[in-house]
């Protein structure tokens, strides 16, 4: 799995079914563990709604496994895989999970800032089975539909949609009116 490619619950859950008896261990840095103490805190389910920057809606929803690191270490083994399923279940008795939800951890210490991460390698070995997180990105939609994000050479505006409306063409000039004005992109200054 890679980054472009976001596990679901479903197939994060099943992961974890096939690995009930070893010691669950996450990596968020390479050489860096979550410490053996971690607790489940809480499991997030979150809608996300959005409009991009080519004024195109996006939906999906997440699922986000918070970590938490007791600050005096309280065990020296982290818990079982068990375990923590029994957690999901205690969760998905209040809450159904959707299982096509994108997977993700959040976790922080005093090292490490707190971010949310994507499962990205499963490694199991002798009794221990390790998460290999990897970073959160960020992506312009409208580039990936063929779209540009950023003024191309002919000086088409940002992320423009395809086929332009009035309505549309007006906004755009409001935009680069604001831009025109402020020359930077600031908070609720129309530059995207």
Same mark, same amino acid.
């Given at each position: 799995?890679?980054? !472009? ?5 479903? %197939?994060?859950?099943? =992961?974890? !079914? ?5 010691? !669950? ?36 929803? *997440?699922?986000?496994?918070? !970590? ?6 309280? =065990? *020296?083994? %982290? ?5 923590? #399923? ?8 209040? #809450?159904? #999970? ?8 959040? $976790?922080?210490?005093?090292? $490490? ?19 290999? #997180?990897?970073?959160? $990105?960020?992506? +312009? ?34 935009? *680069? ?8 992109? =600031?908070?609720?200054?129309?530059? +995207?």
């Amino acid at each position: 799995m890679n980054n !472009l490619n976001p596990m679901n619950w479903q %197939a994060f859950k099943s =992961t974890l !079914l096939d690995n009930p008896d070893k010691i !669950l261990q996450f990596q968020y840095a390479k050489g860096e563990y979550v410490d053996a103490s971690y607790h489940i805190t809480e499991i997030k389910q979150a809608p996300i709604v959005s409009v991009d920057c080519g004024g195109v809606m996006n939906s999906w929803t *997440e699922i986000i496994v918070q !970590l938490w690191e007791p600050s005096v270490a309280e =065990t *020296e083994r %982290a818990m079982k895989v068990s375990k923590a #399923l029994s957690i999901i279940s205690l969760v998905e008795k209040s #809450l159904p #999970l959707n299982p096509l939800g994108v997977v993700k951890i959040e $976790f922080g210490n005093s090292k $490490f800032d707190t971010r949310q991460m994507y499962p990205s390698e499963f490694i199991a070995e002798g009794d221990s089975f390790t998460i290999n #997180l990897a970073a959160d $990105f960020t992506q +312009c939609k409208a580039i990936t539909r063929g779209q540009s994000c950023g003024t191309t050479p002919s000086g088409e505006e940002c992320c423009t949609p395809s086929s332009k409306k009035e309505t549309d063409v007006k906004q755009v000039q409001v935009l *680069e009116m604001v831009g025109a004005e402020t020359q930077s992109c =600031t908070p609720g200054g129309g530059c +995207c």
